[in-house]
């Protein structure tokens, strides 16, 4: 499958501090993202995803940022919270080809209080 | 939001033995289903492509023959490991796809069956 990885696989932030979590892709032709959150013993939960046929997105406290040059994306996350503390993957797709997720490495992110 | 639900959640087995994990779209037909892997502290590893009506398509390095997969109705796939040894102890995901109209649709995960083998 594809490479999706990560710059950082753990990340502590001070409570209400803003965090970004990092995803480099290395498949061009993937169309789709996701950023999903999965709290330990549990199934992955959606977030937000992004088209690449666009560079940013803007949810309840989260943006993607999408940059096929480099083919990076990363999820800002706004107040961070101590709910917030979990592991993140970014997962790509190409649609064109199945629609198979394939998942980046992961990062753990800690909220300090 | 949609609903993915498996079954059971956690399953402990004796070596050599069989278990079937299942996985149910609740309020949403889903055409296609997905059968994620993953070990402790690690992402999540794609073992198979469920397709309703047809045979799963299986990523390089999977077992087929270990991992059965049956997708016999648009609600309902299962993933049967045979022979279970202690490697395969693991926590096992399986995901659906709505379409909803769009091109990509979102994916729902269920939250998972930890197997461990003893």
């Known amino acids: 499958g594809e490479s999706v990885g990560l710059h950082l696989p753990t990340l502590s932030v001070q409570e209400g501090d803003n965090s970004i979590i990092n995803c480099a892709y290395s498949n061009s032709a993937s169309d789709y993202f996701i950023w999903y959150k999965q709290e330990s013993g549990k199934g992955p939960q959606f977030i937000i995803d992004?088209?690449?046929?666009?560079d940013k997105r803007q949810g309840q406290r989260v943006t993607v940022l999408l940059n096929k040059t480099v083919k990076h994306l990363s999820l800002q996350i706004a107040a961070t919270q101590p709910g917030d503390s979990a592991v993140y993957f970014c997962?790509?797709?190409?649609?064109?080809?199945?629609?198979?997720?394939?998942f980046g490495t992961g990062t753990s992110l800690t909220v300090i209080p | 939001g949609a609903v993915v639900s498996q079954h059971p959640s956690r399953v402990i087995c004796k070596s050599g033995t069989s278990v079937k994990i299942e996985c149910r779209s609740l309020?949403?037909?889903?055409?296609?289903m997905f059968w994620y892997r993953q070990f402790p502290k690690q992402s999540l590893m794609l073992m198979a492509t469920?397709?309703?009506?047809?045979?799963?398509?299986?990523e390089q390095g999977v077992e087929k023959d270990k991992f059965l997969i049956n997708h016999a109705s648009l609600t309902l796939s299962t993933l049967t490991v045979t022979s279970a040894h202690p490697e395969d102890s693991s926590f096992y995901i399986c995901?659906?796809?709505?379409?909803?109209?769009?091109?990509?649709?979102?994916?729902?995960f269920g939250e998972g069956s930890r197997l461990t083998v003893l």
């Open positions: 309020d949403f037909q889903a055409t296609t």
């Open positions: 997962a790509e797709t190409n649609s064109n080809t199945g629609n198979q997720f394939y």
């Open positions: 469920s397709n309703e009506g047809s045979k799963a398509t299986y």
């Open positions: 995901s659906a796809r709505t379409q909803r109209g769009r091109v990509t649709g979102e994916l729902f």
């Open positions: 992004i088209r690449s046929n666009m």
